[in-house]
């Protein structure tokens, strides 16, 4: 499966949405995750995040290995996205900022 990560956080660009084949995406406040369950690993998000938040599982840095277990968890509380939508305000000031994780609204 695939995992998005912590530089999604305050960004939430939605271009990953928008092309995956299946109905993979859910939406919270401020970050999107992967249904594990839905994902058929076919990479397309990968290349249309301007973040570059979305690994596939056995990739995930060393230190954000825990957002796949988030992703899991928070799939199962946030409606489908199946569309882009305008990144939150500030994503391009955020993109790239390290420490969001405490950001991360549920
Ligand atoms: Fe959807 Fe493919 Fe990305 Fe999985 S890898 S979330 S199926 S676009
Ligand atoms: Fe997040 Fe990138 Fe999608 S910032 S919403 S994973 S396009």
């Known amino acids: 499966t695939y995992v998005v990560t912590e530089n999604c956080i305050q ?3 939605t271009d990953c949405a928008e092309v995956c084949p299946v109905e993979c995406f859910h939406e919270g406040p401020n970050f999107l995750v992967i249904d594990p369950d839905e994902c ?14 979305i690994f596939a599982e056995d990739e ?7 957002f796949t277990a988030i ?3 928070l799939t199962k509380k ?4 199946l569309r882009k ?11 790239g900022k390290t420490d969001k994780r405490p950001l991360l609204k549920e």
């Open 40 to 53: 058929i690993d076919c990479a397309a998000c990968i290349p249309e995040c301007p973040a570059d938040a």
């Open 85 to 95: 939508k305008s990144a939150l305000p500030d994503a391009e000031a955020w993109n």
């Open 71 to 73: 992703n899991a968890e």
């Open 60 to 66: 995930v840095p060393e230190d954000q290995r825990d």
């Open 11 to 13: 960004c939430k660009y």
């Open 78 to 81: 946030w409606p489908v996205i």
